[in-house]
C-alpha cells in the first residue's frame, strides 16, 4: 500500500500543488495526518504559553497530499471510501480567543485561551476537567477536512466549501463513503484534521484534535458529477452543504438531497419533499468555521 | 382524570385567555387536541379544493387550553411530563404555496399546493406517493406546540419563543419531562399540533399532523425559573432556544446548555464549553416557523 | 386640536387596549410621548444606578394611545401624515449590558452600563463625550415606534412587525406620510418612542431618546392594504420590512418594493427588478429590536 | 503614463499571477477594464441566446492587472485613489436564472433570463423598459471589483473579502480613497467590473456593466495594515466589511469603524459605539455575491 507522509502539508486545498503520489482507481492509500494545531500545541507548550511568546504557527489545519486518482476528470466524482483511521495517543482541544461558537467579534472581550491534553488508550478519550475529575469518552474518530482541489481558486485548508474541505462532519468515519467533486485531472485530493471524537456544531471550534494514519481506498464515476459533497454509510443517504448562513446550508443540503432522491431513487420531487418532512434527519457538522457545515440524510430502509 | 375538551381552542398563547380547568400540581389531565389544519383538509376537501374554493380556516395551528396549575407563580418553573399521546387514525401532510422550508417570499413562483392523507394503523403511517407506492413509517408521536402564557404578550400558537410554543421538537414525547417558564398566575398552558411523526428541520413545514389525545402530569418547581424551555429525557438535558436566525437559535441552545451544566452539575463553564465540542447533539427541530427552534443536548451519562 | 396624553401608556401594541380617543379621517391630533426609557433615567439616576439599585422599569418603549380612527376596517390602509414633532430640552442615550448591536449574549461578558445625557436647545443636540468634549449634532427628530393593532396578537412596543411597532426608521418624520394596515375596527394607532436623532442601524441600539409632543393628521384609504408599512417623502417612496433576518428584512423590502412599482406605476415586474438594482437606496433602520427593520427606497422622479 | 490593457484578464484576485506592470508610490496608471460578462453579451447575443447555444463564458467578473506597487510588503497598506473612471458607450444589464438578491436555490422555478443594453451618451445612461419607456439615469460610475492579492489563497474575482474583491461599493468612484491590506511583496492590484450606476444592494446581481478606462493614483503606508478595506471620502471615513451573514457584515463594518475612531481620532470606545448610534451612515454595497458587502460610514464633521 502506498504512503503518503505528513512531511510535506499544505494550507490550501489548490490545483497548484504538485500530487505527493498518483494512484489507480480502486487503490488504498495510506495517508499520515498532523493534528489540526500543527502538532504545535503540547503539555510543555500549552496555547498560554505560545500566545505569550508568540510562536504560534502561520496557519492551522495542515492537510497531506494531494494525491493524484489516475482517470479522474473533470466532471467526474471521486469516491473516498474510509477504511481505517488510527488516532495518536494524545489529542489536543483548546480555546483560541476570538475563534469559536460562542463568541463573536464585536466589541466584547474574547474568552481566555485554555488548553486540555487527553491521553488515548484502548479507545477511550480521558478528558481533564479543571476540579480534578476526568471524563472519559469512547473514541469515535472522524476526518474533519477532506476534499478536492477547486477549479481555478487556492482556498484555504479551514473553509470548506462545494469541494469538500473542513467540513467536520463526524459521517467521514470508517466505513463510509464520501463523494466528491472532480474539477482538475487526477482530482487532487487532499485531508488531514484528524477527530478522535467531536460533537455536534464542534461549538469550541475544537474537537479532541490528533494525528492520524488514516486508509482510504478510492474510485472514480466517471461522467456524473456531484454539485456538494455527499456520505453513504450503511443505513443513510445524505448531502453535505456549506454555507456561511447556517439557515441556507441547511436549506441547500435539503435541496440537494431532494433533487438526489427524485434524480437516482424515482421519488416524485414533490413527494421527496413531504417524505423529507417526516423521515430525513439533519446534523450541524459545524458553526464555526467560515462556512458552517450541514448533513441531511434519508434512511435507506425508505428508498 | 380531568379532561379539556378541544371544543375551546386558540390560536394565541396568551394570558387573556379564560382558564378551561384548573390543577393541583402533580395531577394528570387527559388533553384532546385538533389537527394543526384544524381539520379541514381531508380526502373530501384537499388543500386544492380550499384555495380554489377560498374555505381556508383564517389561523392555524390551534391549542387546547389553557389550564391553570394551582400555586404555579411567575419566576417558578411548570413540569409537564409527556404521560402519553394517542393519536388519531389519520394524519395530514400538504404543501402550502409560499410556505415551508424550501421557499423563499420573493419574486420566484411558489410551489403548488399538494395533499397527503396517510392512513395510520397498528403503530404504521401509511403514506402516499405519487406513484402508488405505500412509504410505511412507524409512528413517534410528538406534542408540536405547548407552551406556557407570555407575560403581557399575546402570540400566535404558530410561533415559538421563550415561554414554548410552536417548537415541533421530537423530543416532546411520552416518557420526558419539558420545563417551561411561568410568567404569570396559574402558569396557563397550552397545547396542540400532535405529529404522528416528524423528520429533523420539518423541512416542508407540515409533519403528519393529527388530533390527539395526550395525556400530561404537571408539577411546578418554585423559586426556580428557566430562560428558555428545556427537556430531560432518560439519557439527555437539553435546552430548546429559538430565533429567526438559526445559528443565533443553536447558539442561544448552547449558551443555556453551558449555564445549565455549569450552575447545576458543578462543571466549570470553560470545561462544559470544550467538553459540549467534543459530546453535545444537536437537533434541528424546524425551520419553517417565524423563529426557528434547535435543541442541544447533553448525554446524562457525563453528568 | 385632540390631545392623546402620555399619562396613559402601554407596552404592547394591542388589540385589547381601550381607544383614548376616536378621531375622524382626516383629522390631526397632538400626542404626547415619554421616552423609551419611561423617564427613568436622568442626570440624577443615571443607569449605572439604576442597575446598581435595582430600579429599573418592568417594561421599555411605552407608546401612547391607541387612537381610534373612524371608518377604519380591517383591510383599509391608514395614512399618518407627520405633521411635527416637537422634542423635549434633554434626551438619553446609554449602553444597556447585553442590549445593542455589538453584543452578542453568548459567553462572552457583556459591555458595562453607561449613560450620556444630552441638552437639547435651538436645533443642536449636546452630545457630552468621555474625554470633556461636546458634539454638537443637528436634530433631526423622528418616531421610533408607531403602529397600528396586529388581528389578535398583542405584540411587545419593543417589536416591528407588518403593524409597524419599533422601526427606528428616520423617514418616519416630520412633512412624511406612512401607510399602515388596518387589521381592527378603529385602526387603533399607537405612538412613541421619539429620537432627537438617530444613525442608521442604530447601532448601539439607543438613539437620543426624548419625549415629544407629535402632531399626526391621520386618514383612511379604504379597500387597499399594504403588507408592509409604507412610506411617502417629497422625493421618495419606500417600504419598511422587518425581520429577524437582516437578509431576509432587505430582501422582503425590495420584493415589496417591486410589486408595488409594478401594480400601481404600470412597471414591468422585470423592469422594476432590474431598475431597483440601478437607482434604489436602502436604509438598514436598525438591527437592534427583535426584528431588524430595513427601507427600501425608489427616487420618484423615476416614476 | 503607464497604461494596463485588459488583453490579460484574471478570474482570481491571486499571489500567483505575474504582475503585468511595476509602478513606483506616487504614481497614475490608466487601467483599461472590460466588463462582468466578459464583452459576451451584447444586443446581437442576448443572454437568452447565449443560454440556448451554451455559449456562456466560463467565469465572469475579469479583472485587469496584476499592478506591482513598488516598495509595498505585508503589513503595509495600500492607498488607492480613483481619479477617474471613464466608461464606455453601452452598458448591459441582465437577469441571470438563479443568480440575484430576490431568488432562492431552492426548489422554486428560476426567473427566466432578461437582457437589457443602455445606450450611455452625455453622461446619461438609457435604459430601456418592456413597454418602450427609456429611464434616464445619470451617469455615477464606480469600480465595482479592486483588491489585492490575498496571501496564499487564490479567490475568485466574483467574491468581496478582506483584500477587497467585488465589494460593488458606489463610494469607490472618482475623487475618494481606497485602503487596502498588503498580504504580498508589491501588493499586486486587480480592478474591474466598472458599472456606469448601481443602487444599494445591487438588487438583481447586475448593474450597468460597463467597460472602463480608469485611472489610479497609488501609494503605500508603511507599517501600518487595515484588517479590511476603508475609503475617505471628502466628507466621510467609512469600512468596508463583506460576509456571507448581511448581520455579521454589518456588524463587523461597525466594530472596525469604532475602533478606526478610537484609534486614530481619540474617541473612547464607549463614545464612539454611542456616537455612531447617532451620527454613522451604512449603505448595503450589494447582497448578491458569495459575501454581502457593507459599508458603515462616519461624517468627517464630528472627528
Known sequence: MKRVSSNIVHYTLSPFHKPV???????????????????????????????????LPDYFNPVSGPIYVKTARPGDTLVVEIIDIKIGARGVTINFPGFGGLTAPYLQENLPPKTKISQIENGIIHFPTENGR????????????????PPIEAQLSTKPDKHGGNMDCSDI????????????????????????????????????ETSSETIVKVDVVHGKSVNWPRIETPNEIMT?????????????????LIFWLNKHYEF????????????????????????????????????
Open 21 to 55: 503520489v498518483k494512484v489507480d482507481p480502486g487503490e488504498s492509500i495510506m495517508v499520515e495526518t498532523i493534528d489540526a494545531l500543527c502538532g504545535a500545541v503540547t503539555e510543555e507548550s500549552p496555547l498560554e504559553k505560545l500566545l505569550e511568546e508568540g510562536r
Open 134 to 149: 476526568t471524563i472519559k469518552i469512547p473514541v469515535q474518530p472522524l476526518i474533519g477536512t477532506i476534499g478536492t482541489a
Open 173 to 208: 468515519t470508517i466505513g463510509n463513503k464520501l463523494y466528491l467533486p472532480v474539477f482538475v485531472d487526477g482530482a487532487l485530493l487532499y485531508l488531514g484534521d484528524a477527530h478522535a471524537v467531536q460533537g455536534d456544531c464542534e461549538i469550541c471550534g475544537v474537537a479532541v
Open 240 to 256: 453535505i452543504c456549506s454555507s456561511a448562513s447556517l439557515e441556507h446550508a441547511t436549506k441547500l443540503a435539503f435541496t440537494e
Open 268 to 303: 416524485d420531487r414533490m413527494d421527496a419533499y413531504l417524505l423529507c418532512s417526516q423521515v430525513a434527519k439533519a446534523r450541524i457538522c459545524q458553526i464555526v468555521n467560515e462556512r458552517y457545515t450541514v448533513a441531511a440524510k434519508f434512511p435507506k430502509k425508505y428508498l
